[in-house]
């Protein structure tokens, strides 16, 4: 039998730490959960909020709905030839997923070691980092549609994935709950050390043959000098999106400010990065009340003690406004808003 709590605090279910209340608030451990849950006709017209790990997101007021919080657990692998095919529970962590992967020698997420998170966000934000995104390896994703009780499988096309986005996001905002994600990975390691600093550190080890163990503990390691640790002070990871602009945009801006850092990005477009412009506009470390951007990487903004969610979303809109007046770029912010 599901138990409906209420008004119930949710900051320890939110990276950021920051306190709000839910109305209501349940816990999914079976995917009969969902499907008990929503015979009841009420829920069916109640605002949801959906929770894994509450690391992408900022809560600014509490919440007048129901919060389900995701916690089906399980992992399954499949091997046929040297594709893996390995599935896992919507509430499963992210990392510890990662860790089961790379301990087996499945190659793929290497790159996306230490991102904070439940598997059931993954596909929703597209989640990536150091050259590799979650699409990369997606095979499909089971999800429950709110308005027929069904469960329906997306493939990699159905889902429209983009830079931190998918159709999770836009188009079908609101109407599934991801319960399950598969992804195909392989037993032939294709390494991507190209982004970022993983090469450099490889080489300060003395690593001239890296396995994907090795790119995994170097990526730990550069998230772990670089981002703060929720568990010690709350944050979200990144905060903003890096822009993608156009070529001709990317050309003029660099006539202006010959040391723009940049990646490549695809069809004419150049990536921006976010965390160099915010502090070009000198925000890097700085603390505006109980908020401010972290001392190592300015594309943080973190909660130093008693932030409110409009504390923090407040600051975000200053930075914005800041590097806009500066470049010309307007930064979009990368974590779920919760008004």
């Not at 608030?25 to 109640?46: G, S, Y």
């Not at 994600?181 to 080890?205: C, D, M, W």
């Amino acid at each position: 039998m599901l138990q409906i709590q209420e008004n119930v605090s949710l900051r320890n279910f939110n990276t950021f730490g920051v306190e709000a209340n839910a109305r209501y608030f349940v816990e999914i451990n079976h995917r009969a959960d969902l499907t008990e849950l929503f015979l009841d006709p009420q829920w069916r017209q109640t605002e949801l909020l959906v929770l894994g790990g509450g690391s992408n997101m900022l809560l600014v007021n509490d919440f007048g709905g129901l919060v389900i919080r995701m916690n089906i657990r399980g992992i399954e692998h499949r091997i046929s030839h040297t594709d893996v095919y390995v599935e896992a529970g919507a509430g499963e962590v992210w990392n510890d997923l990662v860790n089961f992967c790379v301990l087996r020698g499945y190659a793929g997420m290497e790159n996306l070691s230490l991102i904070p998170g439940s598997v059931g966000a993954s596909p929703i934000q597209n989640i990536g980092a150091y050259g590799v995104e979650l699409q990369d390896v997606f095979h499909s994703c089971c999800a429950f549609e709110l308005a027929t009780g069904a469960f329906k499988t997306f493939t990699k096309a159905d889902c429209y994935f983009g830079y931190r986005e998918s159709i999770f996001k836009g188009e079908l905002k609101g109407q599934y709950i991801i319960v399950s994600v598969k992804y195909q990975l392989s037993t032939v390691p294709n390494l991507n050390l190209k982004y970022g600093a993983i090469e450099q550190e490889l080489q300060h080890r003395g690593i001239t043959a890296p396995t994907i163990r090795d790119v995994s503990q170097v990526v730990s390691h550069i998230r772990v000098s670089k981002l703060p640790d929720p568990s010690t002070i709350g944050n979200a990871g990144s905060f903003f999106k890096n822009p993608i602009i156009s070529l001709a945009e990317f050309e003029l801006m660099e006539s202006r400010f010959p040391e723009l850092v940049h990646y490549p990005a695809s069809h004419g477009h150049v990536k921006l990065a976010a965390g160099w412009l915010i502090e070009q506009c000198g925000w890097k470390g700085k603390v505006v009340g109980n908020t401010g951007t972290w001392k190592n990487q300015s594309l943080v903004l973190v909660n130093h003690g008693g932030a409110t969610g409009e504390e923090v979303y407040s600051f975000s809109s200053i930075i914005i406004d800041s590097v806009y007046a500066k470049f010309g770029v307007r930064l979009q912010r990368e974590v779920n808003i919760i008004e």
